[in-house]
């Protein structure tokens, strides 16, 4: 039992490996991509990083042992997905009514922190000054899509939310892996609570396919959404911390969505009792 609890802190430690120190990374690319473009240098982070999040995963099965069959054993139902899939919409339309409740005031008082950490994430769309590199943008789109959302659903919802909830429960699993979650994303708000509805639906569906199904659709969103940006104002144009501060009647949408559609789900009684009731699949 000590051994399942501690080897969640495998994927932790590669997760944050993830986002700040990647060994050998740097070296590599000074020898052998000199002379590459620079968003190959940004996939090589990308795709690095997720192969020790990989890595980690697996020997966390192994060290568990964690059997990856347990994680699959609910059905995927058309009604089940649809439920997900409604929930993930929620989640989208929260996370960019919490963003801009967190940023924009932040971004009078500290604007120069606003910049950089939100507003200017990596690229991903790919544009190399003449044309959109197809093979760099279709690894940017599995990048963006398909590695976190297979990955990050293992880590997270299989072997962090599974060893934790066997030694704190299941709701206080799911703070610590959603708040660990939400710490290398540009939106911490949004991610975490993203990550809270990624628990629930395995919890609720036991079968981690629903939530990575979600997870993918989720990012799929967000790359639409910078092709579309892309497609109206060009692949040169700098959204600026003006530009973001003269949008915030679009969080204060958001917020006015989210809070009207959360009030609606919680009122009932039924639900409540429900939520209070969740327990991690055994």
């Known amino acids: 039992m000590d051994n399942i609890k501690s080897v969640a802190w495998l994927p ?31 996939l090589s982070y990308f795709y690095y990083g997720y192969f020790i999040l990989f890595i980690a995963i697996l020997i966390a099965s192994e ?31 929260f996370s960019i009514g919490t963003a801009y409740l967190l940023f924009y005031p932040l971004s009078f008082a500290a604007p120069a922190f606003v910049s950089y950490w939100y507003l200017s994430p990596s690229e991903i769309i790919y544009y190399d000054g003449d044309t959109y590199p197809l093979i760099a943008n279709l690894l940017s789109l599995i990048a963006l899509v398909v590695l976190p959302s297979i990955l990050e659903e293992f880590a997270f919802r299989g072997v962090m939310l599974k060893c934790w909830s066997k030694k704190w429960g299941f709701w206080k699993a799911t703070l610590v892996s959603s708040s660990i979650f939400a710490i290398l994303h540009p939106d911490p708000i949004g991610a ?42 060009g692949p040169e144009d700098i959204y600026t911390l003006l530009d973001f501060q003269n949008s915030w009647f679009l969080g204060l949408i958001a917020l006015v969505i989210s809070i009207a559609w959360a009030k609606r789900y919680w009122s ?14 055994t």
């Open 63 to 93: 060290r568990g042992p964690i059997a990856w069959t347990s994680l699959f054993q609910g059905k995927m139902t058309s009604k089940n997905l649809k439920f997900g899939i409604i929930l993930t919409i929620f989640c989208f339309v």
């Open 268 to 281: 009932s009684e039924s639900v409540r009792q429900h939520l209070k009731s969740m327990r991690y699949p």
């Open 192 to 233: 975490f609570g993203f990550g809270v509805a990624m628990c629930y639906l395995y919890a609720r569906f036991n079968t981690l396919l629903i939530p990575i199904i979600c997870h993918a659709l989720n990012n799929f969103f967000v790359w639409v959404w910078e092709l579309v940006d892309t497609g109206i104002y």
């Open 12 to 42: 932790v430690v590669a997760w944050f490996m993830l986002g700040f120190y990647l060994p050998g990374i740097e070296q590599f690319l000074l020898k052998v991509g000199a002379e590459w473009s620079w968003y190959w240098w940004d």
